[in-house]
Nanobody, 117 residues
Framework: QVQLVESGGGLVQAGGSLRLSCVASGTRFSINTTGWYRQVPGKQRELVARITSGGSTNYADSVKGRFTISRDNAKNTVYLQMNSLKPEDTAVYYC???????????WGQGTQVTVSS
């Protein structure tokens, strides 16, 4: 069974940084596509950043140049380094993995990021 556990959220002032972590069990991030999404109440969940099994990355326009997604295969962990945070980055951030063979999506429980102005 695939489980994803996020950590690293919290309260930070605008301009600050946070690093989110997502650890997987039951699968390897290195063979699947992994993404970070975020959601605020009343809005749809949106893609923030994604990394493929080959290491290609893509980002939402709103975070380009500020956020970096990376992966540590040895630790089976995906990170989201968030710099120059803005109040509009406030959301619950979710880790997601798309299984390479079945295309089934798995989600973590989410971690709250709050950026104060």
């Amino acid at each position: 069974q695939v489980q994803l556990v996020e950590s690293g959220g919290g309260l930070v002032q605008a301009g600050g940084s946070l690093r989110l972590s997502c650890v997987a069990s039951g699968t390897r991030f290195s063979i699947n596509t992994t993404g970070w999404y975020r959601q605020v109440p009343g809005k749809q969940r949106e893609l923030v950043a994604r990394i493929t099994s080959g290491g290609s990355t893509n980002y939402a326009d709103s975070v380009k140049g500020r956020f970096t997604i990376s992966r540590d295969n040895a630790k089976n962990t995906v990170y989201l380094q968030m710099n120059s945070l803005k109040p509009e980055d406030t959301a619950v951030y979710y880790c997601n993995v798309i299984m390479i063979l079945t295309k089934i999506n798995y989600w973590g429980q989410g971690t709250q990021v709050t950026v104060s102005s």
